[in-house]
């Protein structure tokens, strides 16, 4: 599978972003999708999951009701809405796939896109 994210851009805060992660090679459908990021000087940290059914979601206790993850397998894309952006959402945006459901670690992820960068000013 390769993944390609795609959204990221310049919002003030109290805006919103869509990201995008489309989807290419084998079947998208069998794979949980996330997205992760990683802001300036940090580790790279978990977001969202969207399981591989569509059937469930799982997200950061701090992100909670300002993220929304959703997919659409018909177009091979996983999506991040992202609501209320805050300084502190400003990271490099990344979409990776799992066979497994729900995953917080990085390891437990075996494709992953490219990233895209989000700023976040205050």
């Known amino acids: 599978v390769q993944l390609q994210a795609s959204g990221g851009g310049l919002v003030q805060a109290g805006g919103s972003l869509r990201l995008s992660c489309a989807a290419s090679g084998r079947t998208f459908s069998l794979y949980s999708v996330s997205w992760f990021r990683q802001a300036p000087g940090k580790e790279r940290e978990f977001v969202a999951a969207?399981?591989?059914?569509?059937?469930?979601?799982y997200y950061a206790d701090s992100l909670k009701g300002r993220f929304t993850i959703s997919r659409d397998n018909a177009k091979n894309s996983v999506y991040l809405q992202m609501n209320s952006l805050k300084p502190e959402d400003t990271a490099v945006y990344y979409c990776a796939a799992s066979t497994y459901y729900p995953r917080t670690q990085q390891r437990d992820y075996i494709y992953w896109g490219q990233g895209t960068l989000v700023t976040v000013s205050s």
């Open positions: 969207d399981s591989w059914t569509g059937g469930g979601t």
